[in-house]
């Protein structure tokens, strides 16, 4: 496969800093809102997470972004003893990257790890469906399994221990805060010119400055 032969020339779109603004958790905000709304992509809100093992080797993955909180925090839920959760817990720091490929850009954010309260996953964990809340009961996230079978066999066991209940929040899962120090938009153009608008944060206060490709 020629992958040196793989080209894209980038044209959708620019990026500049009267449009931008001074706030990059509202330029976020727009951004989303166009993918979501482009009708063109499956799962707008879908990140990948970076983190760093407790042998300082990073690893990825992808998950759902959440919620966006009034501070600019970014929130996904998941198993916290599976092994993003390990990591986070040595290292409370992750870095997360969404690509909205029929718009020709990223958006790459890097910050500081909190665990939600147990009031807000219990919250979260009700909206979800009821197989989404039983498949948090039967995954020991990341452990050996050792085919399909078992797996199922662990989801109808779970499934049958709750029968007829409101199926509760298991005590291993819950939901993490992203709190960015950094948020940086990447807008694709022609030549491989491209904008990238760095944000950072200082005692709350947001500067900007303009990368070069």
Do not use: C
Not at 161 to 188: C, K, T
């Amino acid at each position: 496969m020629a992958f040196h032969e793989m080209r894209v020339a980038y044209r959708n779109g620019e990026l500049s800093e009267a449009v931008a603004g001074d706030n990059p958790i509202n330029l976020f905000m727009a951004w989303i809102g166009t993918a979501r709304g482009s009708g063109a992509i499956l799962e707008p809100n879908a990140m990948t997470l970076a983190t760093v093992g407790v042998d300082g080797r990073p690893s990825a993955r992808m998950v759902l972004l959440k919620e966006v909180e009034d501070d600019g925090s970014f929130v996904f839920y998941t198993h916290r003893e599976g092994r993003k959760g390990a990591e986070l817990a040595a290292h409370p720091h992750a870095a997360l990257v969404f690509w909205w490929e029929p718009l020709e850009r990223q958006v790459r954010i890097e910050g500081s790890i909190e665990l939600t309260s147990t009031e807000e996953t219990a919250t979260y964990f009700a909206s979800r469906p009821r197989e989404s809340r039983i498949g948090a009961w039967a995954s020991q996230q990341s452990s050996p399994v050792a085919d399909r079978p078992e797996l199922e066999a662990q989801f109808a066991a779970a499934d049958a221990a709750h029968l007829g209940e409101d199926v509760p929040v298991p005590s291993w899962w819950g939901g993490y805060r992203v709190e960015p120090s950094s948020v940086e938009f990447w807008q694709g153009r022609m030549g491989r010119m491209h904008d990238r608008l760095l944000y950072t944060r200082k005692r709350n206060r947001w500067s900007r400055m303009r990368l070069q490709p």
